[in-house]
């Protein structure tokens, strides 16, 4: 069984327009929402982060908004460009009762064009 | 610091050969992990370890997968024998779920599997 459900797979965006990438979970006893960015031949690495406690959160032109009745939360990057082409991926992390398991999403490809 | 760091960065071996992956986390992390990336399957937690001790191992695909941890700052994760359905990244991470970076799982840069 999938615990997070991510998509889309793939997407391309124009340079300077925004990106949304989507992912949903299951369970609602996941306490930690980060997203990481794995650039080729590279380890996937933070980006961003949220608890179910907020329903947003910036750092730059990054947003994760969190909708916690639906169970959904997205990635928003604003003004994209070129070096953010790169594989984003959710997660949603499970630190109760002795466990401390990050699971991923599938991964979105990003491609930012010119 | 360092980051997490795994060796080697590259392997090819022939089927039915050992296959000894490497890793050294950050300093001070208590947990480390190893994950598998293949593009069918995405990444996947393989067995994590805290404080030492494996605490789950219920991703690690079959006997043919060990890992061990036999001190805070190195692991290994080994395949015996390899096949040519384990090509694949592995990944090695760590984490402390103490201080301001806490829940943040660093990765290291993957080792490279191709079994042939």
């Known amino acids: 069984q999938q615990q997070v459900k991510q998509s889309p797979q793939s997407l391309i965006v124009q340079k300077g327009g925004i990106s949304i990438i989507n992912c949903a979970y299951e369970?609602?006893?996941?306490?930690?929402f980060p997203w990481y960015q794995q650039f080729p031949g590279k380890g996937p690495a933070l980006l961003i982060a949220i608890r179910p406690d907020v329903s947003e959160k910036k750092e730059g032109r990054f947003t994760i908004s969190f909708n916690k009745s639906a169970k959904q939360f997205s990635l928003h990057i604003m003004d994209s460009q070129p070096g953010d082409s790169a594989t984003y991926f959710c997660a949603v992390l499970y630190s109760g009762a002795g466990s401390y398991q990050l699971t991923f999403g599938k991964g979105t490809k990003l491609s930012v064009i010119p | 610091d360092a980051g997490v760091i795994q060796s080697p960065r590259h392997e090819v071996t022939e089927m039915g050969q050992e296959v000894t992956l490497r890793c050294k986390p950050i300093?001070?992390?208590?947990?480390l992990f190893w994950y598998r990336q293949t593009m069918m399957r995405g990444l996947e937690l393989l067995i994590y370890?805290?404080?030492?001790?494996?605490?789950?191992d219920s991703g690690m695909p079959e006997d043919r997968f060990s890992a061990k941890m036999p001190n805070a700052s190195f692991s290994t994760l080994k395949i015996q024998p390899s096949e040519p359905r384990d090509s694949a990244v592995y990944f090695c991470?760590?984490?402390?779920?103490?201080?301001?970076?806490?829940?943040?799982?660093?990765f290291g840069e993957g080792s490279w599997l191709t079994v042939v």
């Open positions: 991470a760590s984490s402390s779920r103490d201080g301001a970076s806490g829940n943040t799982i660093y």
């Open positions: 300093s001070g992390h208590d947990y």
């Open positions: 370890f805290n404080n030492n001790v494996p605490i789950d």
């Open positions: 369970n609602t006893a996941f306490d930690y």
